[in-house]
């Protein structure tokens, strides 16, 4: 449904189509379930027993990999404060700046590399207190958790935005101070639970994969509670499946799956503000906070085709030796 005029769109007449395709839906199926398909072919393979000596990581690992957890929490911090984006877009982001930036891996990315699981999760974790300074700050909710907790703010009287702070200041030191100690528990229970979270990785695929399938179709359909979107999770596990068997990342269509909605709803709310599709333009190009922005974007193009490039060559070479 169009988000300004309601209108129907691609929708063939199908009421299900009314609300579009749901971002987790499409996430289960590109993630979980095309890597099921993937490992298929390797059923046969044994477990890999895994062996924890020490639980808590050395001062010389953590000195190691501290820059990118910093990094990671960074970007996770900004991403977690824009509207509607959340830890998700974070994980994603960080996880290819890693995949970029980090030289010589111990062991390659995809395969168990340590700064493919520091970069997301540090993202991830930062994101959360993202995501409440719009909300605490304006009362824009910076994604689903602390939508839900807006709501339920003013369900009991309370109105975030900039009156909060003065208004009733010992709830906005509460709530700080309450993300803080989450921190503090995740911790805790992390490294107590890591021996039972190791023993997942032992079982066997043949037991293992069903049970991902599973979880995939009770995930899908909890999400609107309808059959359409365990059809939807299958297409985009198979998507997902082909995706990975030519060497194309899945993440690009995540991100564009979650922004896809954002960047369409804000474009049409921008362009009946300024009243024309050519006000808007020339808006751009007299605004300096745009004029910055398109000058990233254009940067950003202009890089990522260079390594584009670069990546089409090797694919080649690497074709042309086997």
Do not use: C
């Not at 977690?80 to 995949?99: R, S």
């Not at 999760?121 to 958790?145: K, R």
């Not at 333009?281 to 745009?290: C, D, E, Q, R």
Request: neutral net charge.
């Amino acid at each position: 449904m169009d988000p300004i005029s309601a209108e129907h769109r691609f929708t063939f007449g199908n009421p299900y189509l009314l609300s579009g395709v749901d971002y987790v839906t499409a996430m289960i199926g590109l993630f979980g379930v095309s890597e099921a398909l993937s490992q298929i072919k390797d059923l046969s393979v044994e477990p890999v027993k895994q062996k924890i000596d020490k639980i808590v990581p050395t001062f010389s690992s953590i000195k190691k990999y501290l820059p990118l957890t910093i990094r990671s929490s960074i970007v996770g911090l900004i991403v977690g404060a824009l509207p509607g984006a959340g830890g998700d877009i974070a994980a994603l982001l960080t996880y290819d700046q890693a995949k970029r930036t980090v030289k010589n891996p111990e062991v390659p990315f995809g395969e168990g590399a340590i700064e493919g699981v520091v970069a997301p999760e540090s993202a991830n974790n930062a994101a959360i207190g993202g995501a409440f300074i719009p909300m605490l700050t304006m009362g824009i909710p910076g994604d689903a958790v602390t939508a839900v907790m807006l709501g339920a703010f003013f369900i009991h009287g309370l109105h975030p935005g900039p009156m909060l702070m003065v208004e009733t200041p010992h709830l906005f030191y509460l709530i700080v101070s309450t993300l803080a100690i989450s921190n503090v528990f995740l911790l805790i229970f992390g490294l107590t639970g890591i021996k039972v979270f190791t023993k997942l990785v032992e079982i066997p695929k043949g037991r293992l994969l069903p049970i991902i399938v599973i979880l995939s179709v009770v995930g899908s359909y909890a999400v609107n509670n309808s059959l359409y979107d365990i059809f939807w999770m299958i297409g985009f596990g198979i998507l997902g499946y082909f995706l990975k068997q030519y060497d194309y990342p899945v993440g690009p269509a995540v991100l564009g799956i979650i922004l896809a909605d954002l960047i369409e709803t804000n474009y049409r709310r921008s362009v009946i503000s300024a009243g024309s599709i050519l006000s808007f333009i020339g808006g751009i190009f007299t605004s300096p906070l745009s004029l910055f922005l398109l000058a990233i974007i254009v940067f950003s193009l202009v890089v990522q085709t260079n390594r584009y490039k670069e990546w089409q060559a090797k694919r080649d070479a690497k074709k042309g030796r086997a």
